[in-house]
């Protein structure tokens, strides 16, 4: 059976395109910025936006990376994904988390679904910038 491939030299990133992969990550809607998505970045980071600011104001955890707590652990990668929002929480984060509470413990998953939101929409910028229909 003859092998086929499945990418061709079209489908490849340029040079622009792994800078919007990575804004989009670093800032969320930079990226669909980059590519002339005006209306969708504005979207997305009012959206990632939002769920991390209110999972700040919640007083939400915010993980950093543990060896031996898997749930820790995936809780980091989850926040991350949120990119400037997560850097700036862990800078920012003043009195720590305040779990105790039920709006502590909502925020803490607001922070992860901003972070999980962000990754969606880097795999949208990546199917953009791949796709070249900026």
């Keep these: 059976m003859p092998e086929t ?38 979207v997305i980071f009012l959206c990632v936006g939002g769920l991390a600011v209110a999972g700040y104001a919640m007083r939400g955890q915010v993980y950093s990376m543990r060896r031996g707590d898997l749930f820790g652990f995936m809780g980091h990668l989850a926040e991350i994904g949120g990119g400037i929002f997560y850097f700036l929480a862990r800078f920012f984060e003043p009195h720590g988390a305040d779990t105790a509470r039920v709006a502590g413990v909502y925020g803490t998953r607001f922070l992860a679904m901003a972070g999980l939101l962000n990754f969606l929409c880097v795999l949208d910028a990546w199917g953009i910038a791949r796709a070249g229909k900026s």
């Design 5 to 42: 491939n499945i990418t061709s030299d079209s489908d490849a990133l340029t040079p622009a395109g792994y800078a919007a992969i990575i804004a989009a990550w670093l800032v969320p809607g930079l990226g669909h910025f980059l590519l002339k998505h005006r209306g969708r970045a504005a």
